[in-house]
């Protein structure tokens, strides 16, 4: 829009407007080419990377739930190697950040990630540090912050280009957490990550997913997301990409007050194709609406109660 400045930073990477594609919702961004102008969005984070292809979890893994989804997809992806030399010269025809997102069950597989992505021409790496750490007996890197410090302070010399921490909410303190990482190099962070749930078939007595749980994405997770990105961005200097349950422009902008500095759009993807552009446009109509005539105008500026 003529007069309104949309530009944000995070870190070195420099994004147009403040709407990313989240991992995971969005593939490598071929089937939504066909709905939407990828030249539009600040950037895409692409599906969830992995050192060697993966296969995923056995079905079903996706079960609707009341404003929202469980998942237990398990990272089904083709591996790095093969997102480097098929997909990313499809996503270069853009002019849109290409985020890599990153998952391992070592630090060593990100490491050797992070140091591959950094000789592409990707624009950042968002390391998911949800998984499980298989040398620790399978409890996630990012449920504690030994666990986030230890694995962002590894992969931080490895990674030369814009790094992105995606903070679990599976956690008792995510001022903590988010703490941790800046404190070891991270460049930004994002959250939350999916938390995790169940649902049970009744009549089969068993639940709906095969693997038994999942994380739970959409506007049911919106409050806790919307509580957990203010409480990070009133902790560290580093910014902070919000996500969770964001639908419209409406719900953007309570991220954006709330010091978020990017928003990811996931779920809502997959019932609207066009939510991206949607929030977008909402941000926009927001802005001119108070007369305001950039983003760093409304970012942070929440009034809390006293």
Not at 230 to 259: H, Q, R, S
């Amino acid at each position: 829009m003529k007069g309104i400045d949309l530009k944000v930073s995070i870190g070195a990477l420099k994004l147009k407007n403040p709407v990313i594609a989240a991992s995971g919702t969005f593939g490598f961004g071929r089937e939504y080419s066909e709905f939407i102008d990828l030249n539009r969005l600040g950037g895409i984070s692409v599906k969830g990377l992995t050192l060697a292809p993966r296969q995923g979890n056995k079905p079903p893994r996706i079960a609707e739930t009341p404003a929202g989804i469980l998942n237990s997809v398990g990272l089904q992806n083709p591996g790095v190697h093969a997102f480097l030399r098929d997909e990313l010269p499809f996503l270069k025809q853009y002019n849109t950040a290409v985020i890599a997102n990153i998952a391992g069950n070592t630090i060593e597989e990100y490491c050797e990630m992070a140091e591959l992505l950094s000789a592409s021409d990707i624009d950042a790496v968002e390391l998911n540090v949800s998984c499980p750490n298989v040398k620790q007996g399978g409890v996630s890197f990012g449920n504690t912050a030994a666990g986030v410090s230890e694995i962002v302070g590894r992969v931080r010399p490895c990674c030369k280009k814009t790094m992105i921490v995606k903070l679990t909410p599976n956690v008792t303190d995510i001022k903590e957490i988010a703490a941790a990482a800046e404190a070891s190099g991270a460049d930004a962070i994002s959250l939350i990550n999916t938390l995790l749930g169940m649902a049970i078939d009744i009549h089969r007595r068993k639940p709906v997913l095969a693997n038994n749980t999942g994380g739970l994405s959409g506007p049911a997770v919106k409050p806790v997301a919307l509580r957990m990105v203010y409480e990070a961005a009133n902790t560290v200097k580093i910014p902070v990409i919000g996500m969770g349950g964001i639908t419209c422009g409406e719900d953007a902008v309570e991220f954006l007050l709330a010091g978020a500095s990017a928003v990811m759009v996931g779920t809502a993807n997959f019932t609207n194709p066009h939510a991206c552009m949607d929030v977008l446009k909402g941000i926009e109509n927001y802005l001119k609406m108070y007369n305001n005539h950039c983003i760093y105008d409304i970012i942070g500026k929440l009034v809390v109660n006293q």
